[in-house]
């Protein structure tokens, strides 16, 4: 089993900066993909970004050029920085981690918790 931890989410105004953070810990050898998806009130949980242990990276288009996603292998960590934040980023936001990179959230077999990012306007 894997277990996933975040941090880092809160409150911002629209134009602002988060980072989040996600620790992965136990059957870490089973996990290749890490990244990070959203869920807003109403709405199905979408794919924000993903990356693999070497460094392949896969963005939602809402969010190029604004986020970041990156990866410390010997932490287990994936941290998602995220600029020039807006009301539509608010959501939970979820990490997810997998074998291999999904088409969908249905293929991610591990998820943290839940952190709430909200963007005011």
């Known amino acids: 089993q894997v277990q996933l931890v975040e941090s880092g989410g809160g409150l911002v105004q629209a134009g602002g900066s988060l980072r989040l953070s996600c620790a992965a810990s136990?059957?870490?050898?089973?996990?290749?993909?890490m990244g990070w998806y959203r869920q807003a009130p109403g709405k199905q949980r979408e794919l924000v970004a993903v990356?693999?242990?070497?460094?392949?990276?896969n963005y939602a288009d809402s969010v190029k050029g604004r986020f970041t996603i990156s990866r410390h292998n010997a932490k287990n960590t994936v941290y998602l920085q995220m600029n020039s934040l807006k009301p539509e980023d608010t959501a939970v936001y979820y990490c997810?981690?997998?074998?291999?990179?999904?088409?969908?959230?249905?293929?991610?077999?591990?998820w943290g918790q839940g952190t709430q990012v909200t963007v005011s306007s």
């Open positions: 990356i693999t242990s070497s460094g392949s990276t």
């Open positions: 136990g059957s870490i050898f089973s996990i290749n993909v």
């Open positions: 997810a981690a997998s074998l291999k990179f999904g088409s969908s959230w249905l293929e991610y077999p591990y």
